[in-house]
Nanobody, 133 residues
Framework: EAALVESGGGSVQAGGSLKLSCVISGYNWREYSSYCLGWVRQAPDSERAGVAIIADDDTTSYADSVKGRFSISQDSAKNTLYLQMTNLKPEDNGMYLC????????????????????????WGQGTQVTVAS
């Protein structure tokens, strides 16, 4: 069964760091011509917001609020997505969900997915990040 499973969340002081991981399983990657993977933040009483997206060609896109502080990467051999978070701020609080978009033809553009989260096909359950001021 296909699944996206996140880990690595926790509670830190402002200025601290966390590294999130997402293991993606159950998909036959050879069926797809391209894909985008990403991290989305769900804060209480707020809509989901795209944080960082990476495409199969390693093109990346970031929300303005995290540029220079967060870094998204992938390990294709391990089917794992990462988000290195540094200099964390209280406004980074929230549930961080891993998401995936697969295409059977054509490319996946990270900028497009960052702007339109409805393009994602699959979602994980999330891992909580809490930053104390």
């Amino acid at each position: 069964e296909a699944a996206l499973v996140e880990s690595g969340g926790g509670s830190v002081q402002a200025g601290g760091s966390l590294k999130l991981s997402c293991v993606i399983s159950g998909y036959n990657w050879r069926e797809y011509s391209s894909y985008c993977l990403g991290w989305v933040r769900q804060a209480p009483d707020s809509e989901r917001a795209g944080v960082a997206i990476i495409a199969d060609d390693d093109t990346t896109s970031y929300a303005d609020s995290v540029k220079g502080r967060f870094s998204i990467s992938q390990d294709s051999a391990k089917n794992t997505l990462y988000l290195q978070m540094t200099n964390l701020k209280p406004e980074d609080n929230g549930m961080y969900l891993c998401a995936a978009r697969f295409r059977v033809e054509g490319p996946c553009y990270s900028d497009d997915v960052l702007e339109d989260l409805t393009l994602f096909h699959a979602w994980g359950q999330g891992t909580q990040v809490t930053v104390a001021s």
